[in-house]
Structure formats: structure tokens, C-alpha cells
T-cell receptor, first 112, second 116 residues
Framework: DAGVTQSPTHLIKTRGQQVTLRCSPK?????VSWYQQALGQGPQFIFQ???????QRGNFPDRFSGHQFPNYSSELNVNALLLGDSALYLC???????????FGPGTRLTVL | AQSVTQLDSHVSVSEGTPVLLRCNYS??????LFWYVQHPNKGLQLLLK??????LVKGINGFEAEFKKSETSFHLTKPSAHMSDAAEYFC??????????????FGSGTQLTVLP
């Protein structure tokens, strides 16, 4: 049983560009959450998707958007990249109403 | 609203000695609490979780934590540290924020160093 997978592993972009990160949840999970982890800090909640809708959002600007597909996989899109968007982006999956979230290995985004 | 405070940003212990990583939480709801570990360049692994059952929770790799509501604490302990325990540890609180959405709020992390 594969766990949570994310792609790509690493990504380098320049300021102003747009990026798309992808996540496949653990088998049997229907809820996907995205987190941003800046260097030396704890992960910060970006948003959560369930039934292809954004259910909850953290304190992130509209430049951050997402999507969930019928197979429960998800994408995170970031527009107009800033240097401060450089971080490890983590995807976590869970079952509806369950506490426990399982994390993927993350995508390391570097903005130059 | 919910928040987590990890009281030590760095903890250093000798191999074979006890480990104590301290965490205080704040939550408007009855919380669920977790400890996650992150090894360098790796994702987050769940160590243990508290979900209103027994207040003393046992996790993987010999770790355990005790939920103390009166002190709003959820400290992580291990009787004897191993070199492989060196990593970043995060205390996490979860509560239903709206509808069925459960948002995890992370502490700032404690870097554990294990000395030979």
C-alpha cells in the first residue's frame, strides 16, 4: 500500500512565475491538506480539500489555490511567486472526520 | 482558536539518558494532540496521538506522552535516548474548525541532539 506521494521532489522557479505541485493521497483517504514549511519553522496550514471543494483555509493569500480531483488527488498552485514562497510544501491525507493525517515527503520549492 | 508552544527550541542529551520535550497547548475545543518527528530531508512521521482516551499515550520507538488538562501540557518522553532519535520534533493540536474540516496547528519544533 503506497503512502502519500508528491511530485516533483524539487523545483526551482524565478520570481513572478507560477508553479503546480501534485499529491496523491494514501489509499482509502478522501481528504487532502496542504502545508508550507519554511526553513527552521513548523508547517503552516494552507488549505484542505474534501469532495473536490476547499473546506478550510489558513492565512495565505489568493495566490495560493488548489484543486481536488474525483480520484482524491490534489494540486497546489502558486501564482506570481515571491522569494518568500521558498519552502518545503507538504501534503497530508486523511479520512473524513478522522484526526490522523499522513504526510508525504514534500516538494522543495526554491524561488530565485 | 488553537495554538501550541514548544518550550525548548533545542534539547541535547547523551545516548542512554532520558528525553523530555515540552509542549503546552491552547484550544477552544476538546483537542486531539499529536507528536510528529521529522528526520533531515524527510517528511513527517506520526509518533503518537491523544484523542480523549487514556491520558498516558504510548507511541512508536519507545516514546510516550502524558496529557495533563489542568496544566494544558502534552510533554514527550523516552526513558533512554538512541542516536537514531536525533531529529526535529513537532507538537501538534487538532480541532474541528468548521464543518468536518480538521486543521493541524504545529508548534515551532524542538531539535533533539543525541551525543555519543
Amino acid at each position: 500500500d503506497a503512502g502519500v506521494t508528491q511530485s516533483p521532489t524539487h523545483l526551482i522557479k524565478t520570481r513572478g512565475q507560477q508553479v503546480t505541485l501534485r499529491c496523491s493521497p494514501k489509499s482509502g483517504h478522501d481528504t487532502v491538506s496542504w502545508y508550507q514549511q519554511a526553513l527552521g519553522q513548523g508547517p503552516q496550514f494552507i488549505f484542505q480539500y474534501y469532495e473536490e471543494e476547499e473546506r478550510q483555509r489558513g492565512n495565505f493569500p489568493d495566490r495560493f489555490s488548489g484543486h481536488q480531483f474525483p480520484n482524491y488527488s490534489s494540486e497546489l498552485n502558486v501564482n506570481a511567486l515571491l522569494l518568500g514562497d521558498s519552502a518545503l510544501y507538504l501534503c497530508a491525507s486523511s479520512r473524513t472526520q478522522r484526526n490522523e493525517q499522513f504526510f508525504g515527503p514534500g516538494t522543495r520549492l526554491t524561488v530565485l | 482558536a488553537q495554538s501550541v508552544t514548544q518550550l525548548d527550541s533545542h534539547v541535547s542529551v547523551s545516548e542512554g539518558t532520558p528525553v523530555l520535550l515540552r509542549c503546552n497547548y491552547s484550544s477552544s475545543y476538546s483537542p486531539s494532540l499529536f507528536w510528529y518527528v521529522q528526520h533531515p530531508n524527510k517528511g513527517l512521521q506520526l509518533l503518537l496521538k491523544y484523542t480523549s482516551a487514556a491520558t498516558l499515550v504510548k507511541g512508536i520507538n519507545g516514546f510516550e506522552a502524558e496529557f495533563k488538562k489542568s496544566e494544558t501540557s502534552f510533554h514527550l518522553t523516552k526513558p533512554s535516548a538512541h542516536m537514531s532519535d536525533a531529529a526535529e520534533y513537532f507538537c501538534v493540536v487538532s480541532a474541528i474548525s468548521s464543518g468536518s474540516a480538521r486543521q493541524l496547528t504545529f508548534g515551532s519544533g524542538t531539535q533533539l541532539t543525541v551525543l555519543p
